[in-house]
């Protein structure tokens, strides 16, 4: 076996190592320790949902980052194949690039809902599930906040969220450059890597706690990312803005602590933490009746 040929085996080895190893931080529950009081109660407990939370953002900068290292997907060579008829390249085309963000799809279970991978302008190169690449209604998304994000700084990016064109719900993307197979960060980057978070499964997680408090996570524009009290069975269509709650604004400026607050009409009491989600400070907020 060549060294070339070696090296890329060993390559997608430590690649698949890791998807692994991060999906179990991935799927993690969101825990509050026996004997530990009820997150509204007590800011520890808010604060260990935080980096429960943190964790889990990073475990997916960390997979995206390691597999656009991977060979297969630092090669463009089916770019000339992009159009509007199927947003994208075919299905059949630059499979093995296709593969890998299949392995990642199939290894995260529900919470990354597809993976994209964009040309420098912001054109869709592929979508898996095919599906949904075929489905967009457009093929540049160079307006989206994770794409100007990622552009701007050269550095992994996690987006506010968003309608997804892929899912039509609510969502976040991580996204990361990729560069050629010869290429350092020094040099432009030949496109993006793109997850699509699902954040039916975190609410899920959310919604399972034991304690009754109400838990909420926002992102760094104040937007809902999550809320254990929503009814599960309804199809979120837009996007809610918790920027007015003075618990929200307290969290995004890196603050931990308690208040009393009016939420949705009602008296509560609401312990608040950040939360790191790379470059940006989002907020989780945990609330029962005050009284």
Not at 247 to 272: F, I, P, Q, R
Request: proline share 5%; net charge negative.
């Amino acid at each position: 076996m060549s060294s070339t040929k070696s090296g890329r085996v060993a390559m997608s080895m430590i690649i698949a190592a890791a998807i692994v190893a991060a999906a179990g931080i991935i799927a993690v529950a969101y825990v509050i320790p026996e004997g530990s009081s009820k997150p509204a109660e007590n800011p520890s407990g808010v604060r260990l949902l935080a980096s429960n939370l943190e964790e889990r953002i990073a475990s997916s900068v960390k997979v995206m980052s390691l597999t656009g290292l991977a060979p297969e997907v630092r090669n463009t060579d089916s770019l000339s194949l992009v159009s509007t008829a199927q947003m994208g390249i075919p299905q059949d085309a630059d499979v093995a690039k296709r593969q890998v963000a299949k392995n990642i799809i199939s290894t995260y279970g529900d919470d990354v809902a597809s993976i994209f991978f964009l040309t420098p302008e912001g054109n869709i190169y592929i979508g898996e599930p095919f599906e949904q690449q075929k489905q967009l209604p457009r093929l540049n998304y160079s307006d989206r906040d994770w794409y100007q994000g990622v552009s701007a700084t050269n550095d992994a990016y996690v987006s506010s969220v968003f309608m997804s064109a892929a899912i039509h719900e609510p969502a976040v993307a991580v996204a990361v450059p990729v560069y050629g197979q010869e290429g350092t960060e020094k040099e432009s980057a030949i496109g993006y890597w793109v997850a699509i978070i699902n954040l039916d499964e975190i609410e899920k997680g959310l919604r399972q706690l034991e304690g009754g408090s109400r838990i909420i996570f926002a992102d760094h524009n104040g937007t809902e990312i999550a809320d254990s009290a929503r009814d599960p069975s309804t199809t979120r269509t837009d996007l809610r803005s918790l920027s007015n709650l003075e618990s929200v604004k307290a969290a995004l400026a890196g603050k931990t602590g308690s208040l009393v607050e009016v939420v949705d009409g009602k008296t509560m009491k609401v312990s608040y933490a950040p939360v790191k989600a790379h470059p940006h400070t989002w907020a989780v907020v945990s609330m029962q009746p005050a009284g």
